[in-house]
């Protein structure tokens, strides 16, 4: 995490760093045009060169993922724009910090200096604390710079975001990173000791994240290595970086949400690379295995019954076995619902079917199909004139079996794919038998 610190943000570009700071505290980049990665925002067309360019910066929420340069950006833009610069984290910070930095911020603005505020983490701030930022905001005293790497739309109280704008740093993309560790080596005035497949691979286990990289560029410099590293000498030398992934936020959501459409759209090789993203992450697997379940019954239904089968039995091979090997029955359950026919028509059905019994309320059945366990139940019609169907031709009396009060309705459309497809032709040939009945 970034030290914090209150100071004018032009006094700090003009400090020397300590000889041993950090490579990635030396690289901070000095201007905008030093940054990586964020073109669409510090470009000439980008939301903040157009505020700089203007002379009035708003109050801005930075939205990415770690190492993105979030912190970085909050600094430049202060000394852009000759504001005095404040950082907190709130990690760290409680209402007795907030008050001292709205008090000194007020003092600055009677003297003409307006405060650029900087939080990090401000999603951790809760929705009362939140809200002591508003009238500061409102009132100009300071300009807010909040950074997090949660959806703002979940995380942050609706009227503070009403008062920012919310900006989307992109995770670096590979030459993005390349260029860092090319800044890297320029500081430092030697090469990395790797290969170009291992410079590739250390690039692809920063997984997106700049401060990442440069912590294990830094290391790689520390060290005296004779000959470059190769990706697998690499590998064993430094450890790779977990991916980004929160159980109960939005990383969860949006892989499963890839998942769920992944196999909705018999896509097999990107479910399974969504399904290995969030085992390989430390998702719980019988999470994913109740999803899969769901999706059995949601996105296959009767187009393929095996489905459903499969599911549950890669979540009793899972109970049984365990990890890691019972993660293969679940894989192995992904990969028939991906490939399997798809319907949506059960549930479909059951979402009219629903509905209608909401609305019906209490209609009685016809009292032909009624049991009739009592002498008085038998002698007020309950059972009378019952069809038996096994006792009709083709297994199929044609009764009735709605309401008197209802129109008989549609709820179940099977497709033309897959086991429905017999289904649907079972359906027609008995629709065919009932007019025959009637008439």
């Known amino acids: ?213 440069l912590n294990q560029a830094e290391t790689l410099f520390s060290l005296d290595i004779p000959e470059p590293l190769d990706p697998a000498a690499l590998a064993k030398l430094l450890h790779r970086r977990m991916a980004v992934y929160d159980k109960d936020r939005e990383g969860h959501y949006n892989l499963i949400s890839a998942l769920h459409k992944s196999l909705r759209g018999s896509d097999p090789q990107a479910a399974l690379y969504y399904l290995a993203r969030m085992l390989v992450a430390g998702e719980e697997p019988l999470y994913v295995l109740r999803r899969i379940v769901r999706f059995a019954s949601e996105d296959i239904g009767i187009a393929d019954p095996q489905a459903l089968v499969q599911a549950l039995a890669a979540k009793d091979a899972y109970d049984f076995l365990g990890s890691p090997e019972g993660e293969l029955a679940i894989a192995q359950a992904c990969l028939y619902c991906a490939t399997a026919p798809k319907s949506n028509a059960v549930y479909k059905a059951q979402k009219a079917a629903w509905k209608s019994a909401k609305q019906t309320g209490s209609l009685m059945p016809p009292q032909n199909i009624l049991n009739a366990p009592t002498k008085l139940m038998k002698d007020i019609g309950y059972g009378k004139d019952y069809s038996y169907d096994h006792e009709s031709d083709d297994g199929f009396s044609g009764d009735n079996y709605w309401p008197a009060e209802m129109e008989p309705a549609q709820f179940y459309e099977p497709v033309d794919r897959g086991f429905e497809r017999k289904i649907r032709e079972r359906l027609a040939y008995w629709d065919k038998l009932k007019h025959e009945i009637d008439r």
């Not at 009227?159 to 900006?167: D, E, I, K």
């Not at 989307?168 to 430092?188: F, H, Y």
């Open 1 to 213: 995490m970034d030290d914090f610190f209150t100071n004018d943000a032009s006094q700090q570009a003009n400090e020397q760093l300590p000889a041993n700071a950090p490579l990635a505290e030396q690289l901070r980049p000095k201007n905008l045009g030093d940054v990586v990665g964020q073109d669409h925002l510090v470009g000439e067309d980008g939301a903040l060169k157009r505020m700089i360019v203007a002379g009035r910066l708003s109050s801005i929420i930075f939205w990415g993922p770690p190492g993105t340069g979030k912190t970085s950006l909050a600094r430049l833009l202060a000394n852009e724009t000759d504001l005095y610069f404040t950082a907190i984290s709130a990690v760290f910070s409680g209402v007795a910090d907030l008050k001292k930095v709205f008090a000194e911020a007020e003092q600055r603005q009677r003297i003409g200096k307006q405060t650029l505020l900087f939080v990090d983490e401000i999603h951790r701030f809760n929705r009362s604390q939140q809200d002591s930022f508003l009238p500061y905001v409102e009132k100009g005293t300071v300009i807010l710079v909040g950074a997090t790497t949660e959806n703002p739309s979940f995380e942050l109280n609706a009227a503070l975001l009403s008062r920012t704008q919310v900006l989307i740093l992109n995770r670096l993309d590979s030459p993005a990173l390349g260029q860092l560790l090319t800044k890297a080596e320029e500081l430092t005035g030697s090469d990395l000791p790797i290969t170009d497949g291992a410079r590739e691979a250390l690039i692809a286990s920063a997984d997106g994240d700049g401060r990442f990289l």
